[in-house]
Structure formats: structure tokens, C-alpha cells
């Protein structure tokens, strides 16, 4: 049967639309059709437990509207999923890798909204469509898995056979009669736990349940409050994000490709090394850093989801892990800071590199 305005049948567009979608650049890509997410009893009972922290928009309406992937978008019947690359080959460092190149939220909504604008004129008619990129109440990697993209890692990462596990995901939601592609139901982790083993902070404290509490990435970017002392010294250089748990999977060595998008190639700046000096220097640019400079720098960065205040607080711990006494003047400075977490944690650094200095 055609589909309404146009001669193609349902499994003629669905082709098309898939091949459409790699020839925008898209890593991996699929069909889910809409409904209640196999997942969301977990995701209830990790949420429940607290596991979120402060991520508050996890509740609510939000967790609601999660419940059922018809909820978000009135209307919508399918899911188009789609992945990116940003570039797993690349050294780590104290940025972690996603946030290295153009904000990825801008980046894969505008190459979705172009898959839209492909419908559109392939059908000659409107499509009901809304692109979601990390943004919206949606179970991406459930969706994602449903859509045969790949399956949950044990560090809950979404791992896909295309590019691996460093990848953004993305979704238009549809009112379209697509033919769906097959679940990707395979566990490809078997017996290997590297990734919970190489958590420094335990966070991954049982397979597929990450306590967010714990986690380096959720503490760096997303809370807004004192970083947990018992956890600070885990950090090492670690400023923004944490990769460790990705970096270890054994799938990734074998699937991770180069950014897929040229704007989510890294940008100047941000040291792609684990060399001490270099994250050294990068985080006295931090702790000195104006408000204009930091806006100035981070124009169009995702790094900007932490604020300057934040970026300088992992910063001290930073320091108070790597740093020498030659970082004490800037770590001093901070003392002052305006900020009282900002003064707690610098405070702190200066008594770790002082201790450290006297050994
Ligand atoms: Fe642990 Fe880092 Fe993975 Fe978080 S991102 S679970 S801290 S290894
Ligand atoms: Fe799965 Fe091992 Fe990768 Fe963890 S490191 S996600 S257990 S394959």
C-alpha cells in the first residue's frame, strides 16, 4: 500500500528514508514504533532509589511522560533513531570526549530536522514530526535498542556493532506509518565486567545500575553542589565528564570510529592528553578564567551545561590530585573566591597539594 501522497509503499519509504539518513552522516540508524519502554520498570526503580541525585527533571511530569513514548509528542505512532560518532580513536583527557567539538544538542537536531524536511518533500505533504537530541522526557537507548541499534552495555552505555558505544543518539518521533526495524536482543557483554572493575568510584554498582551519586561524569557536569569528599581523590585529572568505563570495553577498541560529523570533531583547546602538565595548565586557564572569557571560549560547547563556578570547583580537584606547589598561588587566589563551594574546594586542593608537597 502507497503511503498517503506519495507512490512509495511502506517498506519502500522506511529504505529510503534509513539510506537517507547514513547519507546525512548518521553512524546507525532504525525504526522503533512507539509505546511503553521495555526498560522503564528499571528506570522507576533506579529513580526510586535515588540514583538520580539532584537531576530533578527525572521526576514529575518528566517521569510521566517517560512512561510510554507516545506521551511526549501527540500524535506520534514511530521513532526514527539515529547515532553519531564523536570520535572514540581520540586520546583521553580531562574533557571527556563528547564535549570536545560543536555542542552535539545544536549539531544533531539540525541534521534531524533535515531527515524531517526530506519527508517532507518526498511525501509532499507535512509530517506531524518532533526531534528529540538529550532533550526531552524519552528512554533514548531504550528506544535506541528497540530500534536495533545496538544493546545496554554493563556500564549502560548504549554499545551499537556500527561505531561503538562513543556515540549521541537522536530521535524524530513520527505520525507515519514506517515499517520497524528488528529489536537488537543479543547481550554482546557476556562474562566480561571491565567496565564495573575500572570505575573508580563504584559507581557501576551492579551491572547496568549506575549510581549517579557516584559517578564522575553526573558530578562534574550535573550537580550543583559540594563534590562528596571521600570521592574527590578518585578523580585524578578528571575536569569534565569521565570516559574510563568506555574506554576499557573491549567493543569499543573493535567498533569506535572518527567523528561522523565534522562539527563534532574536537575543537582547539581542550587537551586531548592525560599528561599531567597539560591538565595542569588547563586547569589554572580555568581557575582564572572571567565570566566574559568562559563565554568568550565556550561559545557554542556543550561544556557550558556546567557553569563557571562549577568548571573552576572540578578544576581544584583537579589540582588538589595532580597539581604541584607551583599551582598553589592560583589554588590561593580561589580561596577568595566568590563562590563558597568554589573557596571550600580550593581550600581543600591547597591543603592535598601542601600535604603532598611536604611528603
Ligand atoms: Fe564510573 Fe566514570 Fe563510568 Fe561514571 S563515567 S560510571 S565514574 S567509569
Ligand atoms: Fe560490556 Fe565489558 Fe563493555 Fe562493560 S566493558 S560494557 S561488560 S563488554
Known amino acids: 500500500m502507497s503511503t498517503h501522497g506519495s507512490t512509495l509503499d511502506v517498506p519502500e519509504l522506511t529504505q529510503r528514508l534509513l539510506a537517507q539518513a547514513y547519507g546525512l552522516g548518521f553512524d546507525a ?81 539540525e541534521r534531524v530536522r533535515e531527515l ?6 518526498t511525501l509532499g505533504r507535512p509530517v506531524n514530526a518532533r526531534p528529540y537530541v538529550d532533550s526531552g522526557p524519552l528512554l533514548e537507548r531504550d528506544l535506541a535498542q528497540r530500534a536495533g541499534l545496538g544493546w545496554f552495555g554493563k556500564n549502560t552505555m548504549l554499545i551499537t556493532p556500527q561505531a561503538g558505544a562513543f556515540l549521541f543518539l537522536a530521535s524524530l518521533l513520527v505520525e507515519l506509518d514506517l515499517e520497524p526495524s528488528a529489536p537488537f536482543e543479543a547481550d554482546r557483554c557476556g562474562r ?34 559540594a563534590i562528596p569528599e571521600p570521592l574527590r581523590a578518585s578523580f585524578g585529572g578528571l575536569i569534565y565528564g569521565c570516559d574510563i ?56 560547547s556543550a561544556i557550558k551545561r556546567a557553569k563557571l563556578w562549577m568548571l573552576q570547583r572540578n578544576a581544584c580537584i583537579a589540582l588538589g590530585n595532580v597539581g604541584t606547589a607551583a599551582d598553589l598561588p592560583v589554588l590561593e587566589a580561589l580561596c577568595t573566591h566568590e563562590h563558597p563551594l568554589v573557596r571550600e574546594h580550593a581550600k581543600w586542593a591547597c591543603e592535598r597539594v601542601g600535604a603532598m608537597d611536604r611528603q
Open 192 to 225: 566480561c565486567t571491565r567496565c564495573l572493575d575500572a570505575c573508580p568510584t563504584g559507581a557501576l554498582v551492579e551491572p547496568r545500575v549506575l549510581d549517579a551519586r557516584r559517578c564522575i561524569s553526573y558530578l562534574t557536569i550535573e550537580h550543583r553542589d
Open 116 to 121: 524531517h524536511h526530506w519527508l517532507e518533500r
Open 29 to 109: 540508524a532504525g525504526i522503533a514504533s512507539l509505546g511503553e519502554p521495555a526498560t522503564v520498570s528499571a528506570f522507576e526503580a533506579w529513580r526510586a532509589a535515588g540514583m538520580h541525585g539532584s537531576m530533578a527533571w527525572l521526576d514529575g511530569t518528566g517521569a510521566t511522560l517517560r512512561g510510554d513514548t507516545r506521551r511526549p509528542h501527540p500524535g506520534a505512532t514511530h521513532a526514527i533513531v539515529v547515532a553519531a560518532s564523536y570520535g572514540g580513536r581520540a586520546p583521553s583527557g580531562p574533557v571527556a570526549r563528547y564535549a570536545r567539538g560543536d555542542d552535539y544538542h545544536v549539531v544533531l537536531r
Open 245 to 300: 568505563c568506555n574506554d576499557v570495553c573491549p567493543w569499543n577498541e573493535r567498533f569506535t570510529r572518527e567523528p561522523s560529523l565534522p562539527s563534532l570533531a574536537p575543537r582547539m583547546g581542550f587537551p586531548a592528553s592525560d599528561d599531567v602538565a597539560e591538565i595542569r595548565a588547563f586547569a589554572r586557564t580555568l581557575c582564572v578564567m572571567s565570566a566574559a572569557e568562559y563565554a568568550d571560549t565556550f561559545r557554542g
